[in-house]
């Protein structure tokens, strides 16, 4: 079994910092690509970051200036850092792995559980 657990939302102002991480547990063979997207209410999930296992990273042009992606690979963890947080980026945020588990054949897809992200004043 695989557990993705997500951390470190919350309500900031805009223009503040937030740092989200997702950290992966079980039986993991390997990390391929790891991403983080965000959803808004009647809308559909959108990418935010992604890296590679190499760390090729690539993001949204919503998030190019202000958002780096990052990952420890020992940890099994991806980071968000979100620096000048708008009130746009008010959504919910979840951490997406290709995993391979022991015993499997191939990489598969993990979602974390979503951790909220408020931009307000």
């Known amino acids: 079994q695989v557990q993705l657990v997500e951390s470190g939302g919350g309500l900031v102002q805009p223009g503040g910092s937030l740092r989200l991480s997702c950290a992966a547990s079980?039986?993991?063979?390997?990390?391929?690509?790891m991403a983080w997207y965000r959803q808004v209410p009647g809308k559909q999930r959108e990418l935010v970051a992604s890296?590679?296992?190499?760390?090729?990273?690539n993001y949204a042009d919503s998030a190019k200036g202000r958002f780096t992606i990052s990952r420890d690979n020992a940890k099994n963890t991806v980071y968000l850092q979100m620096n000048s947080l708008k009130s746009e980026d008010t959504a919910v945020y979840y951490c997406n792995l290709d995993l391979w588990v022991v015993g499997g054949t191939h990489y598969r897809t993990y979602w974390g559980q979503g951790t909220q992200v408020t931009v307000s004043s």
């Open positions: 079980g039986s993991i063979r390997s990390i391929n690509a």
């Open positions: 890296t590679t296992s190499g760390g090729r990273t």
